[in-house]
């Protein structure tokens, strides 16, 4: 290579060096950019009973869809506990609710969660861990699915610390008795839990309750 083809080469990657750095892949991993932590590859599923779907459950559906190519949320159809919410109901919200997320599907189930993952082709179980309380319990379901079908990985992932302490259970549990359940549970959940609970309670006001009077004995 003569002399100033060689120069002008030079050149050109000097002047293509800037617009590299500033590419995706020059980027050093702690970068604030969106595709961070994306795995992107194949279905998984996040199944639960999500009665009430609450911020939690969304933050964890929020993540996954962000590593996964399609994430489908799957209501259990034959839970024992009696339901505050229908499953038509959960669906509805749970659909209201994720209607931007383009690659996240919601879908209810029946029976062994393993062979409805089967029946959809997902690769990965998707399962939120609050604290440690919840690890014991997740661990032991873990195993057991794959016990049952080792090709289906489980992958835990955390909410926002601000949602740690949120369930479905305690959400219920405040709600049936008029306690305010703002900022644990999306806008439109907190609305169908008041026409729940009113008019035996107005959610999130205080209420006046009649204690009996004790009678005084006689003497
Ligand atoms: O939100 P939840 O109630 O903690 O979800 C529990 C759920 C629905 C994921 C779990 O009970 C389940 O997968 N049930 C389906 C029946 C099944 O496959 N049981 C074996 C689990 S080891």
């Avoid at 964890?60 to 839970?79: D, H, W, Y």
């Avoid at 009696?82 to 996240?104: D, K, Y």
């Amino acid at each position: 290579m003569a002399r100033r083809d060689c120069y002008r080469s030079s050149t050109r990657i000097k002047s293509l060096l800037p617009r590299l750095a500033r590419s995706k892949e020059a980027r050093p991993f702690h970068g604030d950019y969106q595709d961070r932590g994306s795995l992107n590859k194949g279905i998984a599923i996040y199944p639960g009973s999500f009665d009430p779907p609450t911020n939690g459950h969304l933050d964890l559906i929020e993540r996954g869809s962000k590593i996964f190519e399609e994430l489908v949320v799957a209501i259990l159809r034959n839970s024992e506990k009696s339901p505050m919410f229908s499953v038509a109901e959960r669906l509805e919200m749970l659909r209201e609710l994720t209607a931007g997320l383009s690659n996240v599907r919601i879908d209810t189930f029946d029976g062994l969660m393993v062979e409805y993952a089967k029946s959809i082709q997902a690769t990965c179980v998707l399962r939120g861990i609050r604290a440690i309380s919840d690890y014991e319990y997740e661990l032991q379901m873990a195993l057991m699915n794959r016990k049952i079908e080792p090709t289906l990985e489980t992958v835990f992932m955390m909410p926002a610390d601000k949602y740690s302490y949120v369930s479905s259970r305690l959400v219920r549990e405040v709600a049936q008795v008029g306690g305010p359940v703002k900022g644990l549970v999306p806008e439109v959940v907190e609305q169908r839990l008041r026409e729940k609970v009113e008019p035996a309670y107005k959610l999130g006001e205080p209420q006046l309750v009649e204690v009996p009077r004790k009678r005084k004995r006689k003497a």
